[in-house]
């Protein structure tokens, strides 16, 4: 796409979901906001579907991640095994890189 | 029971259950715009309703047998495994199966891994390779506990996943539809193609079953 920001992450990134409660057509979903993660793949480049939602064109594109989260990161109370794990498309501009550790 | 027989044998059995309402009668504000939008297309010569009819008509004749085609090519050519993890959409076309601008990943189950898929936010489905959604799949049951509790939804489904194996479940959230490739089961190392499709349900490619040789 002519239009597109340029993909920042990497497989294997370690990164967190904004925290953050826009209104309107949102593809983050709510259970996964706040929570770290590790980037799996980069499904490719699409227009920002928050902004096709009202019929404006969704440029520029952003990068679309599926980003991998242990299940105890999700949800504390968790009652299966330490390496289940759930998988989210999640849209560049929902994520930021995870912090290091001082 | 014993109350419909109080006034003598010789009466009549006549039950007058309360009548119910039609279901399709309620114009709601969703079906009022997809009526006026339908018409309004039609009137600009755009679609005619012979073509919607026809594409409902599609949409409502595609079923699983065509994902099923897909996972057992990949369980007898290795070749062919590989290319479909890699990008499903391209697999699927390869094998003649028309899946449009619809993104697909394939995901495979192993001895140590099982996958489930799920849209949290709507109701995304490979409808391309699985037909229509079964309606559990689109409840807000299904979908809230999925990504929360999958071994205790599994279960209900008579699928028990031993803990040594890893469960993913994916939330189909944005751009990509998923397709479980479940396992090929034991003992079909003589089966033909045609054959091990037939093992492999709609269940079994949403995560929610195994493929199984009972299943022919």
């Not at chain 2, 619809?102 to 490979?126: A, D, F, G, Q």
Request: proline residues 8%; contains cysteine.
């Amino acid at each position: 796409m002519d239009d597109a920001v340029a993909p920042r992450f990497h497989i294997g990134d370690r990164v967190i979901v904004r925290e953050a409660y826009p209104l309107g057509h949102v593809r983050t979903p709510y259970y996964i906001r706040g929570k770290r993660g590790v980037i799996e793949r980069l499904c490719g480049v699409f227009s920002n579907p928050e902004e096709l939602a009202y019929a404006r064109p969704g440029t520029p594109a952003q990068p679309l991640y599926r980003v991998r989260f242990l299940q105890h990161d999700v949800w504390p109370d968790y009652a299966g095994p330490p390496a289940d794990v759930v998988e989210v498309e999640i849209y560049q501009h929902w994520l930021e890189p995870e912090e290091r550790a001082p | 029971m014993s109350h419909e027989h109080e006034h003598g044998e010789e009466h009549p059995h006549v039950h007058r259950y309360p009548p119910r309402p039609d279901q399709d009668d309620t114009l709601t504000y969703y079906r009022a715009m997809e009526a006026a939008v339908r018409e309004l297309l039609i009137d600009k010569g755009i679609v005619t309703a012979e073509d919607i009819r026809r594409q409902v008509e599609a949409m409502d004749g595609r079923d699983a047998g065509r994902g099923a085609l897909m996972v057992a090519r990949a369980w007898v050519d290795q070749a062919y495994r590989k290319r479909m993890l890699a990008d499903g959409s391209a697999a699927a076309e390869e094998i003649g199966l028309d899946v449009g601008p619809l993104k697909l990943v394939v995901v495979e189950n192993t001895p140590s891994v099982h996958n489930v898929i799920v849209c949290t936010l709507c109701s995304c489905y490979p409808r391309m390779l699985l037909g229509l959604p079964p309606d559990w799949y689109k409840s807000r049951s299904y979908r809230s506990r999925v990504v929360r509790e999958p071994r205790a939804v599994l279960a209900e489904f008579g699928t028990v996943i031993p803990d040594d194996v890893q469960i993913r479940v994916h939330d189909s959230t944005a751009d990509m539809r998923y397709l479980v490739a479940p396992m090929r089961p034991e003992g079909t190392e003589s089966w033909s193609e045609a054959e091990l499709a037939r093992l492999v349900t709609r269940d079994s490619m949403i995560g929610v079953a195994l493929a199984d040789r009972a299943a022919r």
